[in-house]
């Protein structure tokens, strides 16, 4: 029995660690899984391309406890193009995807808020992400951007971007703490977080991620003011911190995007443009 899905890193508009409420949109990296089950043997995960790590073995345990009647063991061939730690989703990239290719293995199709639901579980539990990461589970797997609760795992508002714009990612490279460390920090800015959650809700994802970074600058200790300024002196829209960084994702009209690149070179580090994921939920996230 064999299953295959395909998922998406994706970028930050709203942290969701100050008020548990998030926003992601999905990005052109993508993660490929393809999963085989082995009912002569019981609960054990072997991972022949990619490496094992707990996310990957308790993400398709838990599939295969979700979606199978006896017990078995899962094969895993993993590709991903997300980087691990920088802000883009990786976790929440390989969870859901490994769930879904588990999933489809056992004959089953969940739709991406089943999926994204068991992921955040998944992430929550083993402790690399404090609230789930519902947000970057969901636009993982569904495609396009959405707002959502991720106390109650449940999608508030599917976000419509502009057509023409792609994304410059620009990185030191560094890697960011696992979200519980930062915890506390954020929720002692719960009230500047409610104010980036209203700018989302009103619909200006934009403002949204401005205001954003702006709180997870102060939380994290980044200083990314100067770069800010001179990607949207260079016309970019918006830029922000993704996640808990270190990427700086900036949005930018396409035409625009060597410029904006152009703009960021003094500062070193790494750059790469990546076009935004559409929605893709009337699939049920399956390649």
């Not at 939380?219 to 949207?232: K, V």
Request: charged share 20%; aromatic share 4%.
């Amino acid at each position: 029995m064999h299953g295959v899905a395909q998922t998406y890193g994706a970028i930050t508009f709203v942290n969701a660690l100050p008020t548990g409420v998030g926003a992601a949109a999905a990005i052109q990296l993508s993660v490929h899984v393809r999963a085989t089950l082995d009912p002569r043997t019981a609960g054990t995960v072997h991972v022949v391309r990619g490496t094992s790590t707990p996310l990957l073995e308790r993400s398709a345990l838990a599939a295969a406890q979700r979606y199978l009647d006896a017990p078995t063991s899962v094969r895993l061939e993993v590709d991903s193009e997300v980087p691990v730690a920088q802000g883009l989703k990786s976790s929440s990239a390989v969870s859901s995807a490994v769930i879904g290719a588990v999933a489809q293995a056992a004959g089953s199709r969940p739709d991406p808020r089943e999926v994204a639901r068991l992921s955040a579980d998944v992430c929550q539990q083993i402790g690399v992400s404090a609230t789930g990461a519902f947000d970057d589970a969901f636009a993982s797997v569904a495609g396009g951007a959405a707002v959502t609760d991720n106390t109650v795992r449940d999608v508030l508002r599917r976000l419509e971007l502009p057509a023409g714009l792609t994304v410059v990612l620009w990185s030191p490279g560094t890697p960011h703490a696992p979200s519980p460390l930062a915890h506390a920090r954020f929720r002692a800015l719960a009230r500047e977080g409610q104010s980036v959650v209203d700018a989302i809700l009103s619909g200006s994802p934009f403002e949204a991620m401005r205001r954003n970074t702006l709180l997870v600058e102060q939380a994290m200790g980044y200083r990314y003011g100067d770069l800010r300024e001179a990607a949207e002196a260079a016309g970019a829209i918006a830029s922000g911190v993704s996640g808990l960084g270190p990427t700086l994702a900036v949005v930018v009209p396409e035409e625009v995007s060597e410029r904006v690149r152009s703009s960021l070179r003094s500062a070193g580090g790494s750059l790469r443009t990546v076009p935004f994921q559409g929605s893709r939920e009337a699939r049920g996230g399956e390649s």
